[in-house]
């Protein structure tokens, strides 16, 4: 502030250089002008009135102009003049500006003369003053501000006590700028439709100039429609119009609408769509939960990923739909008070588990193609998105060679298991063929003699295999009609026995055979023999 008391200084200096002895206010034609000095003829003065040129900027020769007279000079050739100045009088009316501009808030034309630190020397109507950096509105990093012609209202003013005459200055712009900010906010109504300029774009919304003041628009407030990034649409310095929907007076805030220039469009759905209507929209948003469909301008509802398909519960949802294509969608729910729609895909067809009970009851044989293979068995797809899965127990009965599958071979299957709660159906391939137990039922049955090999020689008794996968059981109280301590002395693995069907059990899926019944079947029908031949001897004698 060193820099401004001095200025100050040097202006009083120059004031007091137009304090005469004796002042005077006169009116003089002028007379003639040359580059130092012009002279006025004064009438009542007994000699011609001399004025610096420099303070008659404007004037001509011929012209009348006021001036003060403030003493006599002496010139080398005797020649006296009365000495006035322009000067004086223009600073006395400015100071009358100077004090309207304080009382009053005009407005003063003014210079940059200076930059200084903390802010600027600025002068005005003459008169030299401070225009602080809180106040000047000039960015830090502009370049050439000295010369810079400005606006300025006195924001304050200080008299030296001790010499009236010092005054000191405080220029501003900054209150200019609230001055018109306050009217311009005065006059604002909200609904009221205003032009804007966009100085920033930012993720959640656009800060933008009305004239003097700043504005606001929330991203809700740019569109209808959902918008995800406000760069692509709007850049900085773009002019848009929106509509005021809020006045903040004590921050001179106001939040604006774009969205609200029109209509509301959820206000007209209710009457233009229906829960069940089939529609068709433009994807605007794929996310891993779902997609968002638009199917009118503004309208947008969330197809769920649980609404892409009735037998699939691992969706990719990229897999069903692409951002900017055309869909086909289902209304399942709409609340326009809300402002909630949800739609749906799988509901463009029919539900195959509602007739599931029907097209896969438990026996029905179906083909499908196997879509998973797993170490503990297959899925096989018998319908779109529906699947039957098969134990690998179920693949072949005992005996018979375990297949090998690959994803796509075709099979044929029997359904033995349909829940439909959990939604799970259950195959067999083996259940397409007689178990071996059935063609045992078929073969062996109670009284069947048969002659087969020992499969295995067990304390308890033998076991021989009567068709692949299926054996029977000879215990050892079977084994022969004599008594047997140990069974292992008389039979060994790999010998032809013959034995007779004694139980068979469907229950336990057990046949019990014997040899002693075979053994004592044999030695009746020898004894019957040896009688009838022997009795028929003796009637022949």
Known sequence: MSNVNENQNEFSQMLEEFLPNQEKRVEGVIESMDQNFSYLDVPGERTAVRVRTDELKGYK???TVEVLITGLSEEDDDQEYITASRKKIEVEKNWEKIEDSFKNKTILDAEVTKKIKGGYLVQALLYPGFLPNSLSEIPDNEEKVVGKKIQVIVKDIKVDPKDKRNKKITYSVKDIKIAEQEKEFAALKVGQIVDCVVTEVLDFGLAVDINTLKGFIHIS????????????????????KAVIVSLDEAKRNVKLSIKKLEEDPWATVANEFKVNDEVEGTVTKVLPYGAFVEIKPGIEGLVHISDFSWT?????????????????????DLHPEDRKLKLGIKQLVANPWETAEKDFAVGTVIKGKIVEVKP??????????????????????????????EIGNEVELKITEL???????????KALRKSPW???????????TVEKKIKTVADFGLFIELI???DGFIPTQFASKEFIKNIRDKFKEGDIVKAQVVEVNKDTQKIKL???????????????????????????E
């Open 514 to 540: 014997s040899i002693k019944k075979i053994e004592i079947e044999e030695e009746k029908r020898e004894e019957r023999e040896q009688i009838e031949k022997y009795s028929t001897s003796s009637s022949e």
């Open 221 to 240: 407030e740019v569109s209808w429609k959902r918008l995800d990034k406000l760069s692509d649409i709007y850049k900085v310095g773009d002019h848009i």
């Open 438 to 448: 059935e063609h045992v039922l078929e073969e062996y049955k109670v009284g069947t």
């Open 376 to 405: 503990f068995g297959i899925f096989v797809e018998i319908a779109d998105g529906i699947d039957a899965f098969v134990h690998s127990s179920d693949y072949n009965w005992i005996g018979e060679e375990t297949p090998k599958f």
């Open 419 to 429: 829940d439909l709660n959990n939604k799970k159906i259950k195959g067999s391939l």
């Open 468 to 470: 692949k996968g299926i």
């Open 312 to 332: 699939k519960k691992k969706v990719n949802v990229s897999d069903y739909v692409k951002e900017g294509e055309k869909v086909k969608v289902r209304i399942t």
């Open 61 to 63: 020769v011929g012209d």
